[in-house]
């Protein structure tokens, strides 16, 4: 649980970390992504209380160390930490831009994430709430889990890809090629293994994106991400989505029918 506080005239954030839970949603996910060797998409451990407090705490040192604006921490408690601020929520930004608006906004993303790969950093997931804006630059925040613990450099930034490339999709349902040249350019100094893994993992969501063209919008985005960006890697651009983006957005498994 977050909420806004006030400390000496500034606003902060205050993090409470519950109890761990999910595990069972999360062997579930995990058996998935390593049968279908989706290693970018495995999950990491979802921990609760003073470990999850702990893991944002140094991750949050780690990104501020390799130059990323992510919330300073004012302060700790048993399960808690103060946040500094870094800017408005990134998606009500999107809602309320118009498509030229967007278009700024996404390129600013996705170049805050690729000069902060460059410096071998890493997020998680770089979906849209998970982003603020300031006007001037966009922050990062929520980091109570570690790709690093099942999976290696490349996969884990091949991940944030994914994940920031189906979380701003939604917004392109009427525009792919415009998302694709803002990749494109945001992407041009990619590692190859970030790149070749986005394409491999990409590469067999195939038979996901076919069937998720005959669902709902969010499947529609789902299925337009992996087709658009599965050619797209080939020229070196990424963008897609992540395999369980129901569950990442609602905690729901409802897309794990299309593998049975």
């Known amino acids: 649980m977050v909420e806004p506080i006030v400390i000496e005239g500034q606003r902060a954030w205050l993090k409470q970390y519950g109890e761990g839970s999910r595990v069972v949603a999360l062997g579930l996910l995990n058996f998935i992504a390593r049968r279908f060797q989706l290693d970018a998409l495995r999950p990491p451990p979802h921990r609760g ?13 780690e990104l501020q160390a390799q130059g990323v604006n ?37 390129s600013a993303a996705m170049n805050a994430i690729a000069q902060a790969h460059q410096k071998g950093a890493y997020f998680g997931q770089p ?23 099942v999976m290696d450099l490349a ?29 494109a350019e945001a992407m041009d100094g990619a590692e190859a293994p970030v790149i070749a893994h986005a394409h491999d993992v990409t590469g067999r969501l195939q038979g996901l994106a ?46 794990l029918q299309l593998f049975t």
């Open 155 to 183: 996969q884990a930034q091949a991940r944030d890809w994914l994940m920031f490339g189906y979380g701003v999709a939604k917004y392109y349902e009427d525009r792919p090629q415009q998302l694709q040249a803002l990749m």
């Open 70 to 106: 992510v919330p300073s921490v004012i302060g700790s408690g048993h399960a808690a930490l103060v946040l500094g601020d870094n800017g408005s929520s990134f998606n009500t930004c999107l809602r309320q831009a118009d498509d030229a608006g967007r278009d700024r906004l996404v």
């Open 210 to 255: 076919r069937a998720s063209l005959k669902m709902g919008r969010s499947a529609r985005a789902l299925a337009h991400s992996i087709l658009i960006v599965h050619g797209a890697t080939t020229l070196g651009v990424l963008m897609v989505v992540a395999l369980c983006f129901d569950f990442f957005t609602d905690g729901d498994l409802d897309i």
């Open 127 to 149: 979906l849209p709430r998970n982003l603020t804006w300031d006007g001037n630059a966009i922050g990062f925040i929520d980091f109570e889990e570690d790709p690093l613990e």
């Open 49 to 61: 209380g003073d470990a999850a407090r702990e893991t944002e705490a140094r991750r949050l040192s």
